[in-house]
């Protein structure tokens, strides 16, 4: 049986990871230090946390389900205490794109992120169409990175995150760059801050007397349309007038120089910034 030791296994992602872990084989040890995070553990999973020494011990996979901010200072106290070949997995590419794993040439290091549920799926029931985070009902893909470690552990590595990250689709194999520049780089930096600018947009409509539900439909119903011929879920052509105010559109929204954003420096600035 694999043994895995789940740390922040009381905080928001790890109570996530936690419960998917339980419809498994694996035998899941939870390591958590507050005292919140252990109450909620004992009341919505019905386990104890074990100290951390106790739950290394003969562990084959240890998760760092913490906040990006605090993997690094983590790590730096757990891994020289591992025993040789112990996979450590790691939930987000940023703190390992940015340095902050200690060099240890005889531990694994796994990174592993969710896509999340995408806008065009087959979701059949009510509860996968409101699974937007993924992790419960709708299925979604998972990006995968054996950074360092033997070429047969990544079975094992994608293993575990189609566990905790269940329903899986389908799971993808990058680097652990180029996972830096799907997030934060292409999801965070671009999408994420042009959704936002979509919704001051929207509001700015609604400044002029439109009622927030119809802008919110409007936008909405366009952005389905639009995004299905865009990224070709569907066929489909604009007209001249769409075609016309894209051509006006993108000059007046974005800098000439935009796409600096996925040069390798940026990538490193932005890691380093949110770590």
Same mark, same amino acid.
């Given at each position: 049986?694999? &043994? ?23 035998? &899941? ?7 919140? #995070? ?15 020494? !106790? ?14 901010? &605090?993997? #690094? ?5 757990? &891994?020289?205490? *591992? ?20 060099e240890r040439e ?15 799926n087959d979701e059949?029931?009510? !509860? ?28 094992l590595g994608d293993?575990?995150? =189609? ?9 993808? =194999? ?44 409007? *936008? ?56």
């Amino acid at each position: 049986m694999t &043994v895995v030791a789940l740390f922040g296994a009381g905080g928001k992602m790890g109570m996530r990871l936690g419960r998917n872990l339980m419809k498994t084989d694996f035998q &899941v040890r939870h390591v958590e230090v507050s005292d919140t #995070g252990k109450a909620l553990l004992k009341k919505e999973h019905g386990v104890e946390a074990v100290a951390q020494a !106790e739950a290394i011990d003969g562990a084959d996979v240890v998760i760092l389900a913490v906040p990006d901010t &605090v993997i #690094g200072k983590l790590a730096e106290s757990l &891994v020289p205490t *591992l025993a040789s070949g112990t996979m450590v997995v790691v939930l987000d590419a940023a703190a390992p794109y940015a340095g902050y794993l200690p060099e240890r040439e005889d531990i694994t290091y796994f990174v592993t992120h969710p896509c999340h549920p995408p806008i065009f799926n087959d979701e059949s029931t009510p !509860e996968g169409r409101k699974d937007h985070f993924g992790g419960d009902y709708a299925k979604q893909g998972v990006v995968n990175a054996l950074m360092q470690g033997p070429e047969e552990h990544y079975d094992l590595g994608d293993k575990v995150a =189609r566990a905790i990250y269940a329903p899986v689709a389908n799971t993808y =194999r990058c680097t652990v760059e180029q996972m830096a520049f799907l997030e934060p780089g292409l999801s965070e930096t671009v999408c994420a801050s042009l959704l936002v600018v979509m919704r001051q947009a929207m509001d700015e409509v609604i400044k002029t007397g439109v009622s927030k539900e119809c802008a919110r439909d409007f *936008l909405l119903g366009h952005m389905n349309i639009l995004a299905a011929v865009i990224f070709e879920e569907r066929q489909g052509v604009f007209s001249d007038a769409c075609n016309k105010a894209i051509e006006f559109g993108i000059p007046t929204l974005m800098k000439d120089d935009w796409k600096k954003v996925f040069e390798k420096e940026e990538i490193l600035a932005s890691v380093k910034r949110i770590t």
